[in-house]
């Protein structure tokens, strides 16, 4: 069963550029995560989406930050303008629906510079 | 009060030691928790659920405690392998959110 996949792995860019992200999540997975670990952190929940709807962006800089899902299969994560904190790893991560487990599968991750 | 408490270490133990983490979590309401394990530059993996009951999986035994909201992992006869971030997460509220906490490091040395 292929996993989760996304991409780029790595982007370097300047501050105030752009940068997108992709994810396609497991076949079948309801649900989709965004999250970002910075160094020496713990991955933080930006956003949550059940199916194409989010249910939960409380932790996403709007200003700044966006995510889509449109047709409730793969998901992007745009910053713009980007800032130095947001170097960062970028996880995506699905979990299928009615899990008992509650495990979530994670992709490798796409990791921001910004200079 | 952060969601979820982790003492961030690092453990520096031996091989062969036992070791145990502790994690807290401030939401009541909590439904599900679990450890996983991060290696370094790699994406989180679920270790293991975590059950009032206690549950053992090899040398890895896991507690929960709901009326102090407290999560423990313990690792027996620990291996360089063990070498790892352990994550506390905690899932539950309105819409199932997962909540990670800083994780601890912990290090076996030969």
């Known amino acids: 069963e292929a996993g989760v996949a996304q991409s780029p792995r790595y982007k370097i860019i300047e501050k105030r550029q752009s940068v997108a992200f992709w994810c396609n999540p497991i076949?079948?997975?309801?649900?989709l995560y965004w999250y970002q670990q910075i160094l020496g952190q713990g991955p933080k929940l930006l956003i949550q989406?059940?199916?194409?709807?989010?249910?939960?962006d409380s932790q996403l800089p709007k200003d700044r930050f966006s995510a889509e899902r449109l047709k409730g299969v793969d998901s992007t994560l745009k910053i713009q303008p980007a800032k130095l904190e947001d170097s960062a790893v970028y996880l995506c991560?699905?979990?299928?629906?009615?899990?008992?487990?509650?495990?979530?599968?994670f992709g490798e991750g796409s990791r921001l510079t910004v200079l | 009060r952060k969601e979820v408490e982790q003492d961030p270490g690092p453990f520096n133990v031996p091989e062969g030691a036992t070791v145990a983490f502790n994690c807290t979590y401030s939401n009541s309401a909590s439904q599900s928790f679990f450890w996983y394990r991060q290696d370094c530059r790699k994406e989180p993996k679920l270790l293991m659920s975590v059950y009032s009951s206690g549950n053992e999986d090899g040398r890895f035994t896991a507690q929960l405690n709901r009326a102090s909201q407290y999560i423990s992992l313990l690792i027996r006869d620990s291996k360089l392998s063990d070498s790892a971030t352990y994550l506390c997460?905690?899932?539950?509220?309105?819409?199932?959110?997962?909540?990670f906490g800083i994780g601890t490091k912990l290090q076996v040395i030969p």
């Open positions: 997460v905690v899932k539950g509220g309105g819409y199932q959110k997962v909540t």
């Open positions: 989406f059940q199916n194409n709807g989010v249910v939960d």
């Open positions: 991560a699905s979990s299928p629906p009615r899990t008992n487990t509650g495990e979530l599968f």
């Open positions: 076949s079948g997975h309801a649900t």
